[in-house]
């Protein structure tokens, strides 16, 4: 089964400062990954996928994520941080044959200082 | 209007009560999700429809019972529920393909 594996909890950046939330994923069969976004009493937001093709993908909000087959990692970056990027993240890999039931990771919480 | 339309957005029912939540997507999609989100726990998938039909159940207590009528309209329905099954409830909905979930805003649910 898959499964996902979010280091770190919680993560504390200055505004400015690169931003790295860290996710390692096992499957059984060529993954397909997401992170989600979650700002405070509201539901999940996609930021990006990797389904096929280019390794780095590209997302919402200047956020973007390397696919490492070789390291089992989906690791999600930004170069600067920002105050609104305050949130909850959450990665997750898709089971299933249509790759749409998705497993997710237990959550990292971004904060950013000023 | 949003993608995807959660009501009522918070709900407080004693164990004995019946309530619904409701759930409706305006994206043309033919997939759709029940999730569980408790404090410091991974989200839970609980239901999965496909094409109106029931594809997962991840062995949850029959005091959920979900019903999907029609492609865009999904209900989780809740009897005699306990105090731990105080969570937020996301519904989501996807084609099916690899494109992802949308999710609506969720449901707080409190029981008393």
């Known amino acids: 089964a898959q499964s996902v594996t979010q280091l770190g909890s919680h993560v504390s950046v200055s505004e400015g400062a690169l931003v790295l939330l860290r996710c390692n994923y096992s499957s059984s069969v060529p993954p397909y990954l997401f992170w989600y976004v979650q700002y405070p009493n509201q539901g999940l937001q996609l930021l990006l996928k990797?389904?096929?093709?280019?390794?780095l993908v590209k997302g919402i909000n200047g956020f973007e994520a390397e696919f490492k087959k070789s390291e089992t990692s989906f690791h999600l970056t930004k170069p600067s941080a920002h105050m609104s990027d305050a949130a909850e993240y959450f990665c997750a890999v898709s089971e299933g044959e249509y790759g749409n039931k998705l497993v997710f990771g237990a959550g990292t919480i971004l904060r950013v200082k000023s | 209007e949003t993608g995807v339309t959660q009501t009522p957005r918070h709900l407080v029912m004693g164990m004995t009560n019946k309530k619904s939540l409701k759930c409706e997507q305006h994206?043309?999609?033919?997939?759709m999700y029940w999730y569980k989100q408790s404090a410091k726990k991974p989200l839970e998938l609980m239901f999965v429809?496909?094409?109106?039909?029931?594809?997962e159940n991840n062995s949850v207590p029959s005091r959920f019972s979900p019903e999907c009528p029609n492609s865009s309209h999904l209900f989780l329905h809740l009897h005699t529920l306990q105090p731990e099954d105080s969570a937020l409830y996301l519904c989501a909905s996807s084609q099916e393909r690899p494109a992802g979930l949308f999710f609506g805003e969720g449901s707080r649910l409190t029981v008393l």
């Open positions: 990797y389904t096929t093709g280019a390794t």
């Open positions: 429809y496909s094409l109106e039909e029931r594809v």
């Open positions: 994206l043309g999609h033919n997939a």
